[in-house]
């Protein structure tokens, strides 16, 4: 079993920026892919970011948040930032974080956190 939990979200103004980090435990896991989703109020949970494991890693992320988040990991550790810069009051909603995992006699499994609350006000 994989437990994943987030930290970060809070209330920030229009143009401010937050950090979001998420980390995943377990026992004797390997990790194929770690991402932030978001889902705003009356709307279904969308991806954000994601970044996937392999020899050099890779990111992606939605339209919205181009060149304006950032998603990275900690070399070592199963743990993922999400940097949000100019925020605008569509990029409110639950941040949840979930990763792809693979652990000892089970394939791979898709884990999610318990999402943190992210608004951004005036």
């Known amino acids: 079993q994989v437990q994943v939990v987030e930290s970060g979200g809070g209330l920030v103004q229009p143009g401010g920026s937050l950090r979001l980090s998420c980390a995943a435990s377990g026992s004797a896991f390997s990790i194929n892919t770690m991402g932030w989703y978001c889902q705003a109020p009356g709307k279904e949970r969308e991806l954000v970011a994601v970044w996937t494991g392999g020899d050099r890693g890779r990111t992606d992320y939605s339209n919205s948040v181009k060149g304006r988040f950032i998603i990275s990991k900690d070399n070592g550790k199963a743990t993922v930032h999400l940097q949000m810069n100019s925020l605008r009051p569509e990029d409110t909603g639950v941040y949840y974080c979930?990763?792809?995992?693979?652990?000892?006699?089970?394939?791979?499994?898709?884990?999610w956190g318990q999402g943190t609350q992210v608004t951004v006000s005036s």
């Open positions: 979930k990763t792809n995992a693979k652990t000892i006699g089970q394939g791979y499994k898709d884990y």
